[in-house]
C-alpha cells in the first residue's frame, strides 16, 4: 500500500508563487508515475500535471501550462510542483496522486491508484 502526504499549501496573492510537495512511503512506492490534481468547491477533480518514473514523460493540464512546474527526486520518492503567476481560479484543494505505471503518464482520475489527503491553496485577487 503506497501512502502520499502533501505539504506546502496556504494563502497567497495573486500572481505569487507556492511549491507543493508530496512524499510517497509504503511498500510499492517505487517506480511510480506521480502526478497532483485539484478541486475547487462544487467542480470535478482536475488534472493539473504529472511526469513519469524517469522524468521523460511530463503533462500538464491546460490552465496550468507556461505557469506551474513539475519535478520529482526518485532518491527521496518525492514529487513538487512549483506554481507561479497564481491566479483566484487557482484556489482549490491539490491531491498527489499515483499510479503504479512506471513511464505511462495518465490525465484522468480514474487511472490513479492512490492519493494523498490534500492541502488547500487559496488565491487572493
Known amino acids: 500500500q503506497v501512502h502520499l502526504e502533501e505539504t506546502g499549501g496556504g494563502l497567497v496573492q495573486a500572481g505569487g508563487s507556492l511549491q507543493l510537495s508530496c512524499a510517497a512511503s509504503?511498500?510499492?512506492?517505487?517506480?511510480?508515475?506521480l502526478g497532483w490534481f485539484r478541486q475547487a468547491p462544487g467542480q470535478e477533480r482536475e488534472f493539473v500535471a504529472a511526469?513519469?518514473?524517469?522524468?521523460?514523460?511530463?503533462y500538464y493540464g491546460e490552465a496550468v501550462k507556461g505557469r506551474f512546474i513539475v519535478s520529482r527526486d526518485n532518491s527521496e520518492k518525492t514529487v513538487s510542483l512549483q506554481m507561479n503567476n497564481l491566479k483566484p481560479d487557482d484556489t482549490a484543494v491539490y491531491y498527489c496522486?499515483?499510479?503504479?505505471?512506471?513511464?505511462?503518464?495518465?490525465?484522468?482520475?480514474?487511472?490513479?491508484?492512490?492519493w494523498g489527503q490534500g492541502t488547500q491553496v487559496t488565491v487572493s485577487s
Open positions: 496522486a499515483a499510479r503504479q505505471a512506471r513511464e505511462r503518464v495518465a490525465m484522468s482520475k480514474e487511472l490513479y491508484d492512490y
Open positions: 509504503g511498500g510499492g512506492s517505487s517506480y511510480l508515475v
Open positions: 511526469l513519469s518514473y524517469s522524468g521523460n514523460n511530463i
